[in-house]
């Protein structure tokens, strides 16, 4: 049986994106995403808003362009893959462990306006590894939509 460790959110940054580099020159930005669903409270009948928290680990040059075009309450969907992490507690509290998600993609969403972020220009991609090309053009329909990306009069109804 083949295993599979893949995940994909659809949120806002909790916080601004930290960039640091690795003693090897590795860039790796961290990203706190929030993600809203929703569920009805059986006592009151109402639905309710439930946020979930992510923290996301993205690598070389894309997470130099998180780091650079993203900000607190910006709207992103991060595709990628779960990692499970554990420590000692330097207090003595005994192990530590924690679950997040290493991101292959960073789509960003929304306007320039949305979040107080600045949008990257096209020309800049959002590659994070070599095998990934920095033409973003797979990236401007959404999944499904016709290729050629028509306009209204495509529309058959």
């Given at each position: 049986?083949?295993?599979?460790n893949?995940?994909?959110?659809t ?7 930290e ?15 929030a ?45 990628g ?34 979040g ?15 095998d ?12 499904g ?13």
């Amino acid at each position: 049986m083949a295993n599979i460790n893949r995940v994909i959110i659809t949120g806002n940054l909790t916080r601004d994106p930290e960039l640091r580099a690795l003693p090897s020159g590795t860039e790796v930005c961290q990203l706190g995403v929030a993600v809203n669903g929703r569920r009805k409270n059986q006592q009151t009948g109402q639905w309710e808003e439930e946020p979930n928290f992510f923290d996301v680990t993205v690598f070389g040059a894309q997470g130099q362009n998180c780091a650079q075009y993203l900000s607190k309450g910006r709207p992103v969907a991060i595709d990628g893959r779960l990692r499970w992490s554990s420590w000692e507690d330097k207090n003595g509290g005994g192990r530590r462990s924690k679950v997040d998600i290493v991101a292959q993609t960073v789509q960003f969403l929304g306007g320039r306006g949305e979040g107080g972020g600045q949008a990257p220009q096209p020309e800049q991609g959002f590659a994070a590894e070599s095998d990934v090309p920095a033409d973003t053009s797979d990236f401007a329909e959404p999944v499904g939509a016709p290729a050629g990306g028509g306009g209204d009069d495509d529309i058959p109804f």
